[in-house]
């Protein structure tokens, strides 16, 4: 297998991953937790809480669905043209994160109530210090970003070499 097919492989089975992950996740937290109510999973420092979020990260967007609904559509359909296009296998595992962290809010938007678009993400991991709720899908974007932000700022093009 070339090295080529290998990252390929490796970015979709990622993403995969990532995003049954995060909806069987999604599912357990609806079945077992109620909206308004906290159930501790390490202590105070991370529990979980279910709630239904219409905005994007910190409460942005609300209101505007529909349209997180477009760009995240968008946002998938350009990582599926690229991600597979990695030139090395750090750049393909952190394109899997982010697209598999957008699609799985995304699903979320497309499928869950009050309807296609409009549908409301599910969050249930609270942690301290007045920070929002979040899935795991927020947490693979969080971390695909930054370490694309980290290895651009170390030198390390999106394509995968060096920048002179």
């Known amino acids: 297998m070339s090295a080529t097919s290998a990252r390929k492989i490796a970015f979709f089975s990622i993403a995969l991953v990532v995003i049954l992950f995060d909806q069987l996740t999604k ?3 609806i079945a077992f937790l109620q909206p308004g109510f906290s159930k501790p999973f ?7 809480r279910l709630a239904f979020n219409d905005s994007a990260a910190f409460s ?5 669905t529909w349209v997180l609904a477009i ?7 350009v990582l599926i043209w690229f991600g597979p296009k990695a030139k090395t296998l ?3 595992v952190i394109s899997a994160f982010v697209l598999g962290g957008a699609a799985g809010n995304l699903i979320d938007r497309l499928t869950r109530e009050p309807g296609f678009l409009n ?5 249930f991991i609270q ?5 929002p709720i979040f899935n795991i899908a927020d947490s693979f974007l969080v971390i695909g970003v930054s370490l694309a932000i980290l290895r651009t700022l170390l030198g390390d093009e999106l394509g995968g ?4």
Do not use: C, T
């Open 42 to 48: 390490i202590g105070e420092l991370v529990q979980f």
């Open 90 to 92: 750090v750049w393909s």
């Open 60 to 64: 942005l967007g609300v209101g505007a």
């Open 127 to 131: 942690i301290p210090f007045n920070f």
């Open 71 to 77: 760009i995240a559509i968008i946002a998938v359909l």
């Open 119 to 123: 549908g409301h993400v599910v969050d």
């Open 161 to 164: 070499g060096r920048a002179e």
């Open 27 to 29: 599912e357990l937290a």
